[in-house]
């Protein structure tokens, strides 16, 4: 052994395939090109192919490993891992059990293992740091590198799961990576959102397969992987601000409105069915521009208008092979998404659809009513009343946690909704660090702040009330200039829409009137632009 496990760098492993080689190149030439631009770890993966020719093929990428100074692990075949001296061997559920792995192959080897639940977690952790030295963690995406798998696609939100149970485990020796269906456009993602519970542990690094065994120049893309995985920086919302937690003051306020009605933002809605009109009418009061569309084929030239921005709201789903494309173009376009899990608890249907889309993307802003985001949050499955959400045994702490938790876990802007409003920034500026987590600031350390302005019930009484916030919050987030803040942006859209809530439900006459004096109000207080006058309070929790 020749590595100092402690030392070993996982942050860029390359499992090879050497069925899927392009056209004049080997096994050797495509993982040379990886070793020499940034591959830190190989692992041998070769399924189909016979004993004697698969040690011929590891003792040749022994020595590239050795030239390169990268550890080799076999996958699967202890035997050859012992046979050629490999430096590791990594071993699946259904393979040899782990303690038997050790004793055959001795104290110093690295032993890596598949783990995809908390259980297996729990068993590594009182087998002690003898025995596992890393795991893999997955898997992530749906991959098809894998034939007939086993595992159902985890996303970032399951591999947080293994993360805290490693952490509540203190199995603090066990290095971590992140497999499974991992690709230039998520591996960023994959390493911002994967950060342990407590902040002290995020991924140690990811595997691939295909971004390098089947490319044509797989130099030039390890380059790519090694920049992405260096950079340290995931961008979704091009140069906007984003991680301030400076308090919002008039003259911010007024700023944000400023430059949404000097750039009037395209607001694609992706929405329910009652909230379409009513929500195209508060966005024009507020400036904008709004497009009800649901169709595939143009959301990638949509997301690339300046100022473009999706808000997104499940409560009645269009075909969702359009809504993850949409989700796509503009996390592509670094364009902001603001997502409305509507209903998030209330069946088991809903729950499953909006994780998966949840797993797809990266969203600016989470927003939700206290059953939605109590149902995000684990911490309990949100007391829902079909897609409203049942307040009655509801607290401010609980609210709070919540929001921070949904805040840190999506490295999002959450927003709670209720007579009470709860803000928290958890996206950290957009920056992440292989291995360290978020440094140690974890959910409890982030700042919640409330918006207030008393009871509104008739809120309660229209359609699409919460909805038409979203809307609210994607016009004033969509405006913003380069360089302008979504925290201020999201904090001056709520302010705004609960003060035009509490004027227009002093002068209506009913629900019906209502809807018309709530749209007057936004149109009334967005265009006067003087905040100083709203009614709604910030308070810092």
């Known amino acids: 052994m020749v590595f100092a496990k402690e030392d070993v760098d996982y942050s860029l492993y390359l499992v090879t395939d050497s069925g899927m080689l392009p056209e004049g190149t080997t096994l ?134 293994v993360l805290n149970a490693l952490e509540s485990n203190n199995a603090t020796w066990c290095k971590t990576v992140g497999i499974g269906g991992l690709h230039p456009d998520n591996i960023q993602r994959v390493l911002y959102q994967c950060t342990s519970t407590n902040g002290k542990r995020s991924l140690d690094g990811i595997s691939l397969v295909s971004d390098i065994m089947a490319s044509t120049d797989a130099a030039g893309s390890t380059k790519i992987l090694r920049a992405l995985i260096d950079d340290g920086k995931f961008k979704f919302g091009n140069d906007l601000k984003i991680g301030s937690y400076i308090t919002p003051d008039v003259q911010a306020i007024h700023s944000v409105l400023e430059q949404v009605s000097h750039n009037r933002p395209l607001i694609q809605h992706i929405t329910n069915k009652v909230h379409q009109n009513f929500g195209a009418n508060v966005t024009l009061a507020l400036g904008s521009s709004p497009i009800m569309s649901e169709i595939e084929s143009e959301v990638g030239e949509l997301s690339r208008i300046p100022n473009a921005t999706l808000l997104l709201n499940t409560g009645s789903i269009a075909p969702v092979e359009m809504v993850r494309a949409a989700i796509h173009a503009y996390n592509e376009a670094q364009r902001p998404i603001v997502f409305d899990p509507v209903g ?166 009913g629900s019906g009137s209502f809807h018309v004096k709530l749209i007057d109000n936004l149109y009334q207080l967005f265009h006067e632009n003087e905040p100083s006058k709203w009614s709604a309070t910030l308070q810092k929790v």
């Open 344 to 509: 998030y608890s209330a069946t088991t249907t809903r729950k499953s659809l909006n994780d998966s889309l949840l797993s797809y993307g990266q969203f600016t802003c989470i927003k939700g009513n206290s059953g939605e985001i109590l149902g995000l949050s684990g911490l309990n499955n949100g007391n829902m009343k079909g897609v409203d959400a049942d307040t009655s045994h509801n607290d401010s702490n609980l609210l709070a946690k919540a929001t921070r938790i949904v805040a840190f876990r999506f490295k999002t802007i959450a927003v709670c909704t209720g007579e009470v409003d709860y803000i928290c920034d958890g996206t950290f500026g957009g920056e992440f660090l292989v291995s360290q987590g978020t440094q140690g600031a974890s959910v409890d350390s982030l700042t919640v702040y409330t918006v207030q302005n008393g009871n509104i019930p008739i809120m309660g009484d229209i359609t699409a009330s919460g909805c038409s916030l979203g809307s609210t919050i994607a016009s004033l987030v969509g405006g913003l200039s380069p360089e302008g803040s979504v925290f201020d942006a999201i904090v001056s859209a709520i302010l705004l829409y609960k003060s035009a809530g509490k004027n227009a439900s002093l002068v209506c006459e």
């Open 28 to 161: 050797c030439s495509q993982i040379e090109a990886g070793l020499q631009n940034g591959v830190t770890l190989v692992q041998i993966r070769e399924k189909e192919t016979d004993t004697k020719l698969f040690i011929e093929e590891a003792l040749e990428v022994k020595k590239l490993c050795t030239k390169y100074n990268v550890p080799l692990i076999i996958n699967d075949r202890i035997d050859v891992a012992m046979a050629i001296k490999a430096d590791g061997v990594h071993v699946g559920q259904d393979d040899m059990p782990i303690p038997m792995v050790r004793n055959l192959v001795g104290p110093d080897m690295i032993i890596g293992w598949s783990v995809g639940k908390v259980s297996e977690v729990e068993q590594l952790a009182k087998w002690g740091p003898q025995l596992v030295d890393y795991i893999g963690i997955g898997t992530l995406f749906p991959t098809q590198t894998k034939k007939n798998a086993k595992k159902i696609p985890m996303g970032p939100q399951g591999a947080i799961e």
